[in-house]
């Protein structure tokens, strides 16, 4: 089960998102002049959870409005995030130093990092679940 679900099952509203999604998401909402109702609507939930962060290049524009949202639930909500490198290389995916480091302090602040190591964990649950049916196929 994953941290998202248990958490959704413990009464906490939980907002699942990918990060692109999210980037786009808030990108039009500044263009349609909605970006203060969106973001609000991100800083109500106990638990937003963004995936799959390092991924792609954010320009200067999709990180600060991703640092608003952060900013929005600092210290009052929490956040997880999925990002598969080391901070040093989020450089990459947040070209601006000074707005990688906000982020960076926003996320690290009061917050607890959790390594997973390299493993994946969708791949595992592909294996499982096809050794599973594997075995059910053979009885």
């Not at 906490?12 to 808030?26: D, G, P």
């Not at 106990?46 to 600060?64: P, S």
């Not at 926003?106 to 994946?120: D, M, P, Q, V």
Request: overall charge neutral; glycine content about 4%.
């Amino acid at each position: 089960m994953t941290a998202t679900v248990a958490a959704a099952q413990q009464g906490f509203r939980v907002r699942y998102t990918l990060a692109t999604k999210l980037v786009n998401e808030l990108v039009e909402a500044a263009d349609d002049r909605q970006l203060a109702r969106t973001i609000a609507r991100y800083g109500r939930v106990d638990l937003l959870c963004i995936d799959e962060l390092g991924y792609m290049e954010l320009d200067r524009r999709g990180a600060e409005l991703l640092f608003q949202v952060l900013t929005e639930r600092e210290e009052t909500a929490s956040v997880a995030i999925a990002f598969n490198d080391s901070f040093s290389s989020w450089t990459k995916t947040f070209t601006d130093p000074r707005l990688c480091a906000a982020i960076v302090d926003r996320l690290t602040f009061a917050g607890n990092i959790i390594e997973t190591g390299t493993s994946s964990y969708r791949l595992a649950h592909a294996r499982a679940t096809r050794a599973t049916t594997t075995d059910k196929e053979h009885r």
